[in-house]
């Protein structure tokens, strides 16, 4: 079957979605045309914030991303608050937590996706399901796309469909595939907000634990970036939020420490040691942080402060010994190997240079050719940072069609 429209949007994610709310919001007359290669749209958007959908985050702001595009002039006008008002026009009601993420209020993310689908449903969006592109190519002042199945005509065309991040959900590299067979520059993915895989003797013994605590990105003794969270420990890899928003800086040769007890000074830790020393003095010395550290997470303290005979008791350690500790509990290093692979990965860094787009994001080499979301070199930290950028971005291509 072959079909006609004003604009052609491959993608049926929140930027894809919101781009063809937004284009028939403007325009009521534009033919508009979704094109998914899922059987449903929004497959990611449902596994998004554990499945209650972190939509965006009270305070948004440019230095939370990285890559080539500024965000601030941007963020002035498509905030937070701006972004709610249109999704509360939609149907949807929202709420921010104590970390001012915002979810619906159903805690669902389900109906994010009903208020975007049924949107497009309203304003008459025709969304084509089940449509692996096979070739996009220019043509006739336009732009055509054939499928196994139809073949698509659109005056304009929108690159939505994401990165290669969560392949199991759909991600995959096409649209930057599109895009660079189209003329335009590229810069490669990579994986973000994923587990940073590092190497040290006592990472196996810590296995399933989970601690908060400081992490630092270091980089020739310098810190690249710091986060508080809880820190997931995983086979061969560090996890959880706060270390995800590490990866989008880490590099092979970086170094994470963490700080096991960043409310508390070397001097306070000192002296709490050395009350412990007391305490527990007939007692082992893996025994010296009992009250303060998970019992394997203490064992790997010691061991890497040089500690490892656990025969010694708490009561013959030296006091170099105890300094020793204090250091290791404020700073315990993991060399960084490498980034988790993108089946890990929440996100993507790379794609469309900032370079190679206007203002509204449509192409300077290809006329009326637009990009958006994650097709675009972007990429925010956790706390529903990339959903406001994918969210935004499609609403400004939209009312440009």
């Known amino acids: 079957m072959k079909y006609n429209f004003d604009a052609l949007i491959t993608g049926g994610g929140a930027s894809g979605l919101m781009c063809a709310i937004a284009a028939k919001r403007h325009d009521p007359k534009l033919n508009v045309a ?32 990285c890559g080539s595009l500024n965000t601030e002039k941007l963020f002035e006008k498509y905030d937070a608050e701006y972004l709610l008002t249109v999704f509360k026009s939609l149907g949807l009601l929202t709420y921010a ?38 070739s996009l190519k220019r043509e006739n002042g336009g732009f055509r796309i054939k499928t196994a199945e139809n073949e698509f005509f659109g005056r304009k065309l929108v690159i939505a469909c994401g990165s290669k991040a969560a392949p199991k959900l759909g991600g995959n590299a096409s649209g930057a595939d599109y895009l660079k067979n189209l003329g335009l520059s590229i810069e490669p993915f ?17 296995k399933g634990l989970r601690a908060a605590g400081m992490v630092s990105l270091l980089r020739n003794g310098r810190a690249v970036k710091e986060e508080k969270g809880e820190i997931q420990f995983a086979d061969g890899a560090l996890s959880g939020i706060c270390v995800f928003n590490l990866s989008l800086y880490a590099k092979s040769g970086d170094i994470i420490s963490i700080d096991l007890l ?119 930290e956790c706390g529903g940072f990339n959903l406001h950028f994918a969210f935004v971005s499609g609403m400004i291509v939209g009312e440009q069609l």
């Not at 094109?35 to 939370?64: A, F, P, Y």
């Not at 990579?190 to 810590?206: E, T, Y």
């Open 262 to 380: 960043p409310d508390y000074s070397e001097k306070e830790i000192y002296n709490i040691l050395k009350k412990n020393k007391e305490l527990f003095a007939k007692q082992t010395s893996d025994n010296l942080f009992t009250g303060i550290l998970q019992k394997r997470l203490a064992q790997a303290v010691m061991k890497q402060s040089g500690t490892s005979d656990f025969s010694l008791t708490c009561g013959e350690l030296t006091d170099e010994q105890i300094k020793k500790a204090v250091k290791e509990v404020k700073g315990i290093d993991f060399p960084v190997t490498q980034l988790s692979g993108f089946e890990q990965a929440q996100c993507a860094k790379g794609g469309v240079r900032a370079s190679e787009l206007t203002e509204s994001f449509e192409s300077r080499r290809v006329k009326n050719l637009f990009v958006c979301g994650e097709a675009v070199d972007i990429c925010g």
């Open 190 to 206: 990579k994986p973000a907000l994923c587990p940073i895989q590092v190497k040290s003797g006592v990472l196996k013994s810590l």
């Open 97 to 134: 937590d104590s970390e001012q993420r915002v979810y619906p209020v159903s805690r669902q993310a389900s109906s994010v996706l009903d208020v975007l689908r049924f949107a497009c449903e309203r304003y008459g969006v025709e969304i084509f399901c089940g449509e692996q592109i096979k």
């Open 34 to 65: 979704v094109i998914e290669k899922n059987e449903r749209v929004g497959k990611k958007l449902l596994s998004t914030g554990n499945g209650r959908c972190n939509l965006t985050n009270m305070n948004i702001s440019s230095d939370r991303y």
